[in-house]
T-cell receptor, first 116, second 114 residues
Framework: DAGVTQSPTHLIKTRGQHVTLRCSPI?????VSWYQQVLGQGPQFIFQ???????GRGNFPDRFSARQFPNYSSELNVNALLLGDSALYLC???????????????FGPGTRLLVL | DQQVKQNSPSLSVQEGRISILNCDYT??????FLWYKKYPAEGPTFLIS?????DKNEDGRFTVFLNKSAKHLSLHIVPSQPGDSAVYFC?????????????FGKGTLLTVNP
Protein backbone atom coordinates (compact mmCIF):
# COMPACT_ATOMS: atom_id res chain seq x y z
CA ASP A 1 0.00 0.00 0.00
CA ALA A 2 1.17 3.51 -0.75
CA GLY A 3 2.13 5.64 2.19
CA VAL A 4 1.47 9.30 2.66
CA THR A 5 2.50 11.26 -0.41
CA GLN A 6 3.36 14.94 -0.61
CA SER A 7 4.04 17.32 -3.46
CA PRO A 8 6.17 19.03 -4.42
CA THR A 9 9.29 17.61 -2.80
CA HIS A 10 11.18 20.88 -2.96
CA LEU A 11 10.12 24.46 -3.54
CA ILE A 12 11.89 27.81 -3.73
CA LYS A 13 9.89 31.00 -3.26
CA THR A 14 10.66 34.64 -2.56
CA ARG A 15 9.41 36.75 0.31
CA GLY A 16 5.83 37.89 -0.06
CA GLN A 17 4.79 35.08 -2.36
CA HIS A 18 2.29 32.39 -1.46
CA VAL A 19 2.67 28.64 -1.61
CA THR A 20 0.38 25.61 -1.74
CA LEU A 21 1.55 22.24 -0.51
CA ARG A 22 -0.37 19.04 -1.15
CA CYS A 23 -0.82 15.79 0.71
CA SER A 24 -2.53 12.49 0.00
CA PRO A 25 -3.13 10.30 3.04
CA ILE A 26 -2.81 6.56 3.34
CA UNK A 27 -5.84 4.85 1.83
CA UNK A 28 -8.55 4.53 4.46
CA UNK A 29 -7.14 7.29 6.65
CA UNK A 30 -9.56 10.13 7.27
CA UNK A 31 -7.45 12.50 9.32
CA VAL A 32 -4.60 14.66 8.06
CA SER A 33 -2.24 16.75 10.15
CA TRP A 34 0.38 19.27 9.09
CA TYR A 35 3.66 19.95 10.87
CA GLN A 36 6.53 22.37 10.33
CA GLN A 37 10.06 21.26 11.09
CA VAL A 38 12.87 23.77 11.16
CA LEU A 39 16.50 22.72 11.37
CA GLY A 40 17.48 21.39 14.78
CA GLN A 41 13.93 21.20 16.09
CA GLY A 42 11.22 18.60 16.26
CA PRO A 43 8.12 18.94 14.10
CA GLN A 44 5.66 21.60 15.29
CA PHE A 45 1.93 21.07 14.91
CA ILE A 46 0.15 23.41 12.48
CA PHE A 47 -3.29 21.93 11.71
CA GLN A 48 -5.35 18.79 11.96
CA UNK A 49 -8.31 18.04 9.71
CA UNK A 50 -10.85 15.27 10.00
CA UNK A 51 -13.79 14.78 7.68
CA UNK A 52 -13.01 18.12 6.02
CA UNK A 53 -13.28 20.03 9.27
CA UNK A 54 -10.47 21.71 11.17
CA UNK A 55 -10.08 19.91 14.47
CA GLY A 56 -7.00 21.62 15.79
CA ARG A 57 -4.66 24.50 15.12
CA GLY A 58 -1.20 25.15 16.46
CA ASN A 59 0.42 28.46 17.30
CA PHE A 60 0.84 29.72 13.75
CA PRO A 61 -0.28 33.04 12.24
CA ASP A 62 -3.34 33.44 10.03
CA ARG A 63 -1.06 33.43 6.99
CA PHE A 64 -1.23 29.67 7.34
CA SER A 65 -4.42 27.96 6.21
CA ALA A 66 -5.43 24.49 5.12
CA ARG A 67 -8.32 22.48 3.86
CA GLN A 68 -9.29 18.87 3.35
CA PHE A 69 -11.11 17.53 0.34
CA PRO A 70 -13.84 14.85 0.06
CA ASN A 71 -11.19 12.26 -0.88
CA TYR A 72 -9.36 13.19 2.38
CA SER A 73 -6.39 14.75 0.60
CA SER A 74 -5.31 18.12 1.94
CA GLU A 75 -3.66 21.39 1.01
CA LEU A 76 -1.60 23.70 3.19
CA ASN A 77 -1.46 27.31 2.05
CA VAL A 78 0.96 29.93 3.30
CA ASN A 79 0.54 33.56 2.26
CA ALA A 80 2.98 36.47 2.42
CA LEU A 81 5.97 34.20 2.86
CA LEU A 82 8.69 35.21 5.28
CA LEU A 83 12.28 34.02 5.42
CA GLY A 84 11.40 32.23 8.65
CA ASP A 85 8.89 30.05 6.85
CA SER A 86 11.77 28.11 5.33
CA ALA A 87 11.35 24.62 6.72
CA LEU A 88 10.38 21.05 6.03
CA TYR A 89 6.59 20.76 5.94
CA LEU A 90 5.33 17.35 6.95
CA CYS A 91 1.94 15.82 6.42
CA UNK A 92 0.74 12.93 8.56
CA UNK A 93 -2.36 10.79 8.28
CA UNK A 94 -4.21 8.60 10.74
CA UNK A 95 -7.29 6.42 10.63
CA UNK A 96 -9.24 8.45 13.18
CA UNK A 97 -12.54 7.02 14.21
CA UNK A 98 -15.09 8.51 16.53
CA UNK A 99 -14.62 8.30 20.23
CA UNK A 100 -11.66 8.70 22.49
CA UNK A 101 -8.64 6.70 21.58
CA UNK A 102 -4.94 6.92 20.96
CA UNK A 103 -3.87 7.22 17.39
CA UNK A 104 -0.65 6.76 15.51
CA UNK A 105 0.18 9.28 12.83
CA UNK A 106 2.14 8.22 9.75
CA PHE A 107 4.24 10.82 8.01
CA GLY A 108 4.97 11.59 4.40
CA PRO A 109 8.42 12.52 3.08
CA GLY A 110 7.78 16.23 3.45
CA THR A 111 8.09 19.30 1.25
CA ARG A 112 11.22 21.33 1.76
CA LEU A 113 10.41 25.03 1.32
CA LEU A 114 13.12 27.64 0.90
CA VAL A 115 12.12 31.29 1.05
CA LEU A 116 14.66 33.75 -0.38
CA ASP B 1 7.74 25.99 27.25
CA GLN B 2 9.01 22.69 25.91
CA GLN B 3 6.67 19.94 27.06
CA VAL B 4 8.70 17.08 25.60
CA LYS B 5 12.43 17.12 26.16
CA GLN B 6 15.22 15.03 24.73
CA ASN B 7 18.23 16.27 26.60
CA SER B 8 20.85 14.35 24.66
CA PRO B 9 21.39 15.85 21.20
CA SER B 10 23.53 12.89 20.17
CA LEU B 11 24.50 9.37 21.16
CA SER B 12 27.23 7.11 19.77
CA VAL B 13 27.12 3.33 20.25
CA GLN B 14 29.07 0.35 18.99
CA GLU B 15 27.35 -2.13 16.71
CA GLY B 16 25.82 -4.99 18.70
CA ARG B 17 25.55 -3.01 21.92
CA ILE B 18 22.45 -1.48 23.47
CA SER B 19 21.29 2.02 22.54
CA ILE B 20 19.22 3.86 25.15
CA LEU B 21 17.46 7.05 24.13
CA ASN B 22 15.73 9.10 26.78
CA CYS B 23 12.78 11.46 26.83
CA ASP B 24 11.14 13.53 29.58
CA TYR B 25 7.78 15.26 29.54
CA THR B 26 6.11 17.84 31.72
CA UNK B 27 2.44 17.68 30.72
CA UNK B 28 0.66 15.16 32.93
CA UNK B 29 -2.22 15.01 30.43
CA UNK B 30 -0.06 13.14 27.92
CA UNK B 31 -1.22 9.54 27.79
CA UNK B 32 0.18 8.19 24.53
CA PHE B 33 3.82 8.23 23.59
CA LEU B 34 5.52 7.43 20.32
CA TRP B 35 9.02 7.11 18.95
CA TYR B 36 9.86 8.04 15.37
CA LYS B 37 13.07 7.56 13.42
CA LYS B 38 14.10 10.07 10.78
CA TYR B 39 16.71 9.76 8.09
CA PRO B 40 17.92 12.88 6.26
CA ALA B 41 15.61 13.98 3.43
CA GLU B 42 12.84 11.64 4.62
CA GLY B 43 9.78 12.02 6.82
CA PRO B 44 9.66 10.53 10.32
CA THR B 45 9.00 6.78 10.38
CA PHE B 46 6.89 5.36 13.20
CA LEU B 47 8.81 2.88 15.37
CA ILE B 48 6.89 2.01 18.49
CA SER B 49 4.34 3.47 20.86
CA UNK B 50 3.12 3.00 24.42
CA UNK B 51 -0.06 3.89 26.21
CA UNK B 52 0.06 5.34 29.70
CA UNK B 53 -1.73 2.26 31.03
CA UNK B 54 1.41 0.23 30.31
CA ASP B 55 4.98 0.54 31.48
CA LYS B 56 6.65 -1.46 28.73
CA ASN B 57 6.07 -2.28 25.09
CA GLU B 58 8.32 -4.44 22.97
CA ASP B 59 8.60 -4.91 19.21
CA GLY B 60 11.54 -6.93 18.00
CA ARG B 61 14.76 -5.11 18.80
CA PHE B 62 12.87 -2.07 20.11
CA THR B 63 11.49 -1.69 23.62
CA VAL B 64 9.94 1.40 25.11
CA PHE B 65 9.72 1.89 28.87
CA LEU B 66 7.42 4.40 30.54
CA ASN B 67 7.82 5.72 34.09
CA LYS B 68 4.76 7.86 34.71
CA SER B 69 5.75 9.01 38.16
CA ALA B 70 9.01 10.36 36.79
CA LYS B 71 7.40 11.54 33.54
CA HIS B 72 10.15 9.73 31.71
CA LEU B 73 10.32 7.28 28.85
CA SER B 74 13.16 5.53 27.13
CA LEU B 75 13.73 3.60 23.93
CA HIS B 76 16.06 0.61 24.02
CA ILE B 77 17.49 -0.83 20.83
CA VAL B 78 19.16 -4.22 21.19
CA PRO B 79 21.33 -5.10 19.39
CA SER B 80 22.15 -1.83 17.68
CA GLN B 81 22.91 -1.96 13.96
CA PRO B 82 24.59 0.61 11.68
CA GLY B 83 21.26 1.02 9.84
CA ASP B 84 19.77 2.34 13.08
CA SER B 85 21.86 5.49 12.69
CA ALA B 86 19.28 8.29 12.41
CA VAL B 87 17.59 11.03 14.41
CA TYR B 88 15.09 9.66 16.92
CA PHE B 89 12.14 11.76 18.00
CA CYS B 90 10.01 11.22 21.06
CA UNK B 91 6.41 12.43 20.71
CA UNK B 92 3.40 12.61 23.02
CA UNK B 93 -0.31 13.18 22.71
CA UNK B 94 -3.46 13.29 24.81
CA UNK B 95 -6.65 11.30 24.27
CA UNK B 96 -9.96 12.99 24.14
CA UNK B 97 -10.65 16.48 22.94
CA UNK B 98 -11.12 17.28 19.30
CA UNK B 99 -7.66 16.69 18.01
CA UNK B 100 -4.72 14.43 18.61
CA UNK B 101 -1.76 16.60 17.88
CA UNK B 102 1.69 15.24 18.53
CA UNK B 103 4.14 17.23 20.61
CA PHE B 104 7.71 16.37 19.69
CA GLY B 105 11.07 16.64 21.38
CA LYS B 106 14.04 18.08 19.52
CA GLY B 107 15.44 14.67 18.67
CA THR B 108 18.56 12.64 19.42
CA LEU B 109 21.05 11.76 16.70
CA LEU B 110 22.05 8.12 17.13
CA THR B 111 25.24 6.93 15.47
CA VAL B 112 25.95 3.21 15.49
CA ASN B 113 29.57 2.50 14.67
CA PRO B 114 30.54 -0.76 12.89
Amino acid sequence: DAGVTQSPTHLIKTRGQHVTLRCSPISGHKSVSWYQQVLGQGPQFIFQYYEKEERGRGNFPDRFSARQFPNYSSELNVNALLLGDSALYLCASSIRTSGVYQETQYFGPGTRLLVL
Amino acid sequence: DQQVKQNSPSLSVQEGRISILNCDYTNSMFDYFLWYKKYPAEGPTFLISISSIKDKNEDGRFTVFLNKSAKHLSLHIVPSQPGDSAVYFCAASTSGGSNYKLTFGKGTLLTVNP
